[in-house]
């Protein structure tokens, strides 16, 4: 009974509200960062009732701020005249270091940093922002003929064992 209430220490507890699939198939990513995201009540409760989509959101930093673009929370199902609107800008949370660093390789010449997935860990609502290279038609079909060769090898291997 002692330790009923309590989480255990070390464990993050992560629940996945929504990802970005598409950015897998159309962006090379190169590096990946943990950010806060700063939310008002309704959007929390939409969050947590499993609703937003990622699809063509990105990060783009203005005077020194991180913002997220494109993500569409919907409004929450039982909010009033405060609900919110679904597709503003969201201010991230990041440490300065973080940010410097981030920016300086996000400027370079056909990198961009795009929304990865929507999660809450421990309780609280977080983004994990990408740098990443666009990718040209070639490496898309590339990148398939790699999954489908994987896809082939694990069917044979499972074959093999069974």
């Not at 929390?44 to 063509?56: A, P, Q």
Request: hydrophobic share 35%; glycine share 8%; proline share 1%.
């Amino acid at each position: 009974m002692a330790g009923k209430g309590k989480k255990e220490e070390g464990k993050d507890e992560i629940r996945i509200v929504s990802r970005n699939r598409r950015a897998f198939h159309e962006y090379e990513i190169t590096d990946r960062l943990e950010c806060g995201i700063v939310l008002v009540g309704t959007e929390v409760k939409s969050l947590r009732d499993g609703h937003c989509t990622l699809n063509e959101s990105y990060a783009k930093i203005e005077d020194d701020e991180l913002w997220l673009i494109g993500c569409e929370i919907p409004e929450y199902v039982m909010g009033n005249r405060l609900n919110h609107k679904p597709k503003r800008e969201r201010k991230l949370l990041l440490h300065r270091r973080e940010m410097a660093k981030f920016a300086a390789k996000a400027s370079q010449r056909g990198f961009t940093l795009v929304a990865l997935s929507i999660y809450f860990k421990n309780g609280r609502a977080k983004v994990e922002i990408a740098v990443a290279r666009g990718k040209q038609v070639h490496d898309k079909r590339e990148s398939l003929k790699k999954a489908d060769a994987n896809r082939d090898i694990q069917r044979a291997m499972s074959r093999k064992r069974g």
